[in-house]
């Protein structure tokens, strides 16, 4: 499980013998400002709780929740992050096969294989672009089917049109969409696809990334009440617990937290975009949320070389080469403070033998 993923840095510290803290992590996207400061206040004041069982119903966090999406709570179930819900849903639907656009969150094909659940790929019409067509993927669906789409998607960072995507659920009645916003609330005004209230579509949502608590857990499934009240008979009784019930209430008010990470990050993804696009060897993703895919456009060193070089120096990168439809010329940056991405691509520069990062002009830039 753990290879597949980003972010497994205590592997990394027994490979190199390099201490935790000194490791930069760029494999896994979680926000470079951290939790909120109100997080050690909440800890400290769930701790007396402890000695009980959580609710099981996590009601206050449900409620907090639908009312930020202005939806019923029966729309809502929670989960010890948005993976436990992941793989719930297969379990829930008993769909016939499950078509997954790809490149594409690893953990969708697991979830389905989890469930004895086919699985079939869909490889984007244009593979240099790596966008999702809603039209493309319309004709590989049969119906009876659950089909898990990013938005944006994993590890583009792209997104696909959100009206092509409506029509796209509604043509399909028969198919189950969830879609994985798992990332989303680093865009700015995005609006989730559950306000359209379609009757097959599902919104997986994480609070784990854009709220920094991935040694916490938090995620929540939202959709049609029927069949949240079917996923969430699949779900193991106290599986969200004290802390991060609370964590994820209170996380939702904070809407000044909010804003500053999403205009934080946008300011230093743009900055990253131009600083690995200034190097002649690298194709940058426009990516919308915060890390950037990278195309290597050079015949050494390949991407998982690249990690290699950078790992003697305490830098972890993410190898995409096992996304179905990406190769060894792929890798995937988390988006960090300013001084870390400084460092990162200083020492890029260093693996290519140069201090100098500039590139002809004509390639593509960030909007």
Not at 94 to 116: F, G, I
Not at 167 to 176: E, I, Q
């Amino acid at each position: 499980m753990q290879s597949i993923h980003g972010g497994n840095i205590w592997q990394r510290a027994q490979e190199t013998g390099i201490s935790l803290r000194k490791i930069l992590d760029f494999s896994a996207n979680i926000n470079p400002l951290g939790p909120p400061d109100s997080l050690p206040g909440i800890i400290g004041g769930q701790l007396e709780n402890l000695v009980h069982y959580p609710d099981p119903d996590c009601r206050v966090l449900t409620k907090a929740i639908a009312g930020r999406f202005d939806i019923s709570p029966l729309q809502v179930v929670c989960g010890n992050g948005s993976s436990e819900l992941l793989y719930a849903i297969p379990r829930a639907l008993k769909a016939d096969r499950v078509a997954l656009p790809a490149p594409c969150y690893a953990d969708y094909a697991r979830s389905a294989q989890a469930a004895k659940i086919a699985t079939d790929y869909v490889l984007p019409a244009d593979t240099s672009s790596l966008e999702i067509s809603c039209k493309h993927l319309e004709s590989e669906l049969r119906g009876n089917e659950i089909v898990f789409i990013g938005q944006p998607n994993n590890p583009t960072g792209l997104l696909f049109d959100n009206a092509d995507f409506i029509n796209l659920a509604a043509a399909c009645p028969g198919t189950f969409f969830v879609v994985d916003e798992a990332f989303a609330d680093f865009i700015e005004n995005y609006r989730s696809v559950i306000h359209h209230n379609l009757p097959n579509v599902l919104v997986l949502r994480s609070m784990t990334k854009f709220f920094a608590i991935p040694g916490l857990r938090l995620g929540a499934l939202l959709g049609p009440a029927d069949i949240i009240a079917q996923t969430n008979k699949t779900m193991p009784c106290w599986s969200v617990n004290h802390l991060a019930q609370a964590a994820g209430a209170a996380f939702l008010a904070d809407e000044k937290y909010a804003a500053r990470t999403r205009q934080f990050v946008k300011k230093c993804r743009l900055e990253l975009y131009r600083e690995l696009n200034a190097f002649p060897e690298f194709f940058v993703y426009p990516g919308t949320a915060n890390y950037l895919l990278v195309r290597m456009d050079c015949n050494q060193p390949d991407a998982p070389a690249l990690q290699k070089k950078l790992l003697r120096k305490g830098i972890v990168i993410r190898v995409c080469d096992n996304f179905i439809g990406l190769d060894k010329r792929f890798f995937r940056v988390a988006v960090r403070k300013p001084e870390e991405n400084e460092r990162l691509c200083a020492a890029i520069a260093e693996v290519f033998g140069r201090k100098s990062r500039t590139r002809p002009r004509g390639r593509c830039s960030c909007q």
